[in-house]
């Protein structure tokens, strides 16, 4: 079955360290993934897709289908980066835009 | 050009009583697509309308229901509430239900039943 998992629930680093938020899938196929991301009292709104390859708001994510992880990284957090990250797995493309998520992560920035 | 737009935003209704969310897409996108997000099971997939059909469906009870009018809006309803359907409803949209086409989400419907 396909699956996407976020193992950390929350993340909390220093200003100016690396992040590295985690994501594991389960799929069989050739999958397309995405970041998305909810600031607080903002919607879901999306961040990245690893089709695109991308590098938004600093943020990047690579496709690694050894290891079946798509992880999303930044060499140096901002306080503006607070927030909760959902990583996202569409279904088959004959079933439309179904996206089946992780549990999420929330990313704390402090000073 | 204007997001998701999705009435209402708070709803509080009691057990047995049925409940309409509406979701209007942003201009021109046709697919839309609804979840439930709650902090236990985080955001589920409910159903995906296009060009007024229902293209595919999550692992709800039939009280879930919804459809799509000829201009692309959406409603979802609940029937027969019960305490667990307590959640934030999202609706998405794209302009169709390719899985590359990356979802547009709205603010969502915070449904509380008593």
């Known amino acids: 079955a396909q699956r996407v998992t976020q193992p950390e629930k929350l993340l909390s680093v220093f200003k100016g360290a690396p992040v590295e938020l985690k994501c594991n899938y389960s799929?069989?196929?050739?999958?397309?993934l995405f970041w998305y991301v909810q600031y607080s009292r903002q919607r879901l709104q999306l961040l990245l897709r690893?089709?695109s390859r991308e590098s938004i708001k600093g943020f990047t994510a690579d496709l690694n289908k050894g290891e079946t992880s798509f992880h999303l990284k930044k060499p140096f957090a901002q306080e503006e980066d607070s927030a909760m990250y959902y990583c996202?797995?569409?279904?088959?493309?004959?079933?439309?835009?179904?996206?089946?998520f992780g549990q999420g992560t929330e990313l704390s920035v402090k000073p | 050009k204007a997001g998701v737009t999705q009435t209402p935003r708070y709803l509080i209704k009691t057990r047995g009583q049925q409940v309409t969310l509406s979701c209007s897409p942003i201009?021109?996108?046709?697919?839309v697509s609804w979840y439930q997000q709650t902090p236990g099971q985080g955001l589920q997939f409910l159903f995906e309308?296009?060009?007024?059909?229902?293209?595919n469906k999550g692992n709800f009870p039939g009280r879930f229901s919804g459809r799509q009018f000829s201009n692309s809006r959406s409603e979802m309803n609940v029937s027969t509430l019960e305490l667990g359907d307590s959640a934030l409803y999202l609706c998405?949209?794209?302009?169709?239900?390719?899985?590359?086409?990356?979802?547009?989400f709205g603010d969502g419907t915070r449904l509380s039943i008593l």
């Open positions: 996202a797995l569409p279904t088959l493309y004959n079933q439309g835009g179904k996206l089946i």
């Open positions: 201009s021109g996108h046709r697919s």
């Open positions: 998405a949209s794209s302009w169709s239900p390719g899985s590359h086409q990356p979802q547009h």
């Open positions: 799929y069989s196929g050739s999958p397309e």
């Open positions: 690893h089709i």
């Open positions: 309308y296009f060009s007024e059909t229902q293209r």
